[in-house]
């Protein structure tokens, strides 16, 4: 059993930290009244702990590659118990988003290491089972030449730590807390998870280091985190501002000038943290546009389904948690067949299916949904978006890194979660705009002064409802209304990731035969092996 001990405390510190992601959704009710802040304030929550993921993971897997990744992983473990505890401790809705940031920081280096980490602790077929055949890490470098079980990508392993499954599950989890215990706790909890994980590391855990590590593209770093950070914010002032607003449009151009800058350094740089070479592949760019759509599709509208639940429907943290048990069941379930069943099938069907199903669920709960219904509405919507989230999960990896040179795997499998976590911090603040809109929308006509959707947005339902009961007519139209419209956009989001998937990745070509009956080759003519090219389409 001790040789599993590495990937125990992997798995420990990945799943927590990808549970954090939606961990907080349906406790943020609960923040909002305990904290007297508003829907924007409940945004940021959400969206700079995945914002700090997304725009820290590459750099920070540059500094493990080259100062150690066992020191990198523990230095994220205790920052993000750290600030877990600040988050449990916040007095106020400034110092819990200021907090959530640097939890995120710790996250970020904790997940740059993961694969790292197993790569360099299992061998051979132990390296397949603990999910670490991505080999190296996922800093600018990459590994100098790829261990040979990373030649050909595979599916993630156990200790793959599915961002689509950990999602699905925060939730739950978050909502058994919340209820039994607090909001709090579920910042709480993960001090003794963190605890537990620095323990089995320092016993089990070997020190790594790329000896061809290069040196951090500081640069890079702050072009790319403040594009991301920009564009984030300015779709979540949009909201109150409108589109066309002076700030609103200020905002999105400061955005395209950090993205343009950043552009601009990587391809200038000797030791990009992106290579923006990986993006001649048309079918890198289409699993990269998959993963950016995946998470904002399935899960940017978690959080207005516990508001609308909580607020107006009157259900507890734990009911509100368990509606998404359909998604969360049909992810876990599909991703361990199809993991298995569908290893080496072609991209365009496990990447464009799981979109269209992903997609196809979203319409579906907007065509359920009515004023005045419950949640049982989006019950079947929730169960095919599952099917759709556990059919991409388990591809996305081997797509990404069957699309890149082995020798740049581990900055295909950074770039892959890069995109994960800034699909889910760009859907939250789109739709969140979306959902606004469409409340004020179900408001019209009613005669409700100005701000009436943002106090319902920002989970005012419930005291509304106690001091003017004849509100309920227009607070179920409302909330149908901001729902509906929030769910025909990430069904569109869906939809348009389908149709890249199928525009850019390639059907694989038939590989001639050989002779019958000779010992000759019978793959490609390329010379390639077959199965690394099978991989790769």
């Known amino acids: 059993m001790r040789k599993w001990l590495p990937l125990t405390a992997v798995c420990l510190g990945a799943f927590m930290l990808l549970v954090d992601v939606t961990i907080v959704t349906v406790a943020l009710p609960d923040m909002a009244t305990d904290m007297r802040t508003g829907f924007s304030g409940l945004q940021w929550v959400m969206d700079i702990y995945a914002l700090a993921l997304a725009a820290l993971l590459l750099g920070a897997g540059s500094l493990a590659d080259r100062i150690g990744r066992r020191r990198v992983y523990l230095g994220g473990l205790g920052l993000f118990a750290a600030a877990s505890l600040a988050c449990g401790l916040a007095s106020g809705p400034a110092a819990l988003i200021a907090f959530r940031a640097v ?17 360099s602790a299992y061998q051979g077929r132990d390296r397949g089972v603990a999910g670490g055949g991505g080999g190296g890490g996922t800093g600018a470098a990459g590994p100098a030449r790829a261990p040979p079980s990373a030649r050909v990508p595979q599916r993630e392993g156990v200790g793959g730590a599915d961002p689509g499954a950990a999602a699905a599950a925060g939730p739950i989890i978050g909502g058994l807390l919340t209820e039994q215990f607090g909001w709090r706790w579920i910042f709480f909890i993960n001090l003794p998870v963190c605890a537990l994980a620095v323990y089995v590391t320092l016993r089990a855990v070997t020190e790594s280091r790329d000896p061809h590590a290069k040196g951090l593209d500081l640069p890079g770093m702050v072009t790319f985190t403040t594009g991301a950070a920009a564009v984030t914010y300015a779709l979540i002032r949009v909201g109150e501002n409108g589109w066309t607003s002076a700030t609103t449009l200020g905002l999105f151009a400061l955005s395209a000038a950090a993205f343009a800058a950043f552009v601009l350094v990587e391809l200038r740089s000797s030791r990009p943290m992106l290579d923006l070479s990986l993006f001649r592949s048309p079918t890198f760019v289409a699993v990269m546009a998959a993963a950016l759509l995946m998470s904002g599709a399935a899960f940017g509208y978690m959080m207005f389904i516990s508001l609308w639940l909580q607020s107006a429907e009157g259900l507890g943290p734990v009911a509100a948690g368990m509606t998404v048990l359909p998604l969360s069941l049909a992810a876990f379930v599909v991703a361990a067949v199809t993991g298995k069943l569908m290893h080496g099938a072609p991209a365009r069907l496990t990447i464009g299916g799981g979109l269209f199903l992903i997609g196809a669920g979203a319409l579906l709960q907007g065509w359920m949904l009515d004023d005045g219904d419950g949640w049982t509405a989006l019950a079947a919507g929730l169960a095919v978006t599952g099917v759709g989230v556990g059919m991409i999960s388990p591809a996305l990896a081997a797509a990404a890194m069957g699309a890149v040179p082995p020798a740049r795997a581990g900055m295909a499998g950074g770039a892959l979660n890069t995109a994960r976590q800034l699909g889910m911090a760009l859907g939250i603040a789109v739709l969140g705009a979306v959902f606004q809109s469409g409340l004020e929308d179900g408001l019209a006509g009613s005669g409700q002064p100005h701000g009436t959707a943002e106090a319902l947005a920002g989970g005012g339902a419930a005291r509304l409802l106690h001091t003017v009961p004849a509100a309920r007519e227009w607070v179920d139209a409302a909330f149908a209304s ?21 525009a850019l990745v390639r059907r694989p070509a038939a590989a001639p035969q050989g002779p019958q009956g000779s010992n000759g080759p019978v793959g490609p003519r390329s010379g390639k092996d077959p199965a690394a090219e099978r991989a790769a389409a």
């Open 482 to 502: 901001g729902l509906r419209d929030t769910f025909w956009v990430s069904g569109a989001m869906g939809l348009a990731g389908v149709v890249i998937v199928l």
């Open 103 to 119: 939890q995120g920081i710790g996250g970020a280096a904790m997940f740059a290491t993961t694969m790292a980490l197993l790569s």
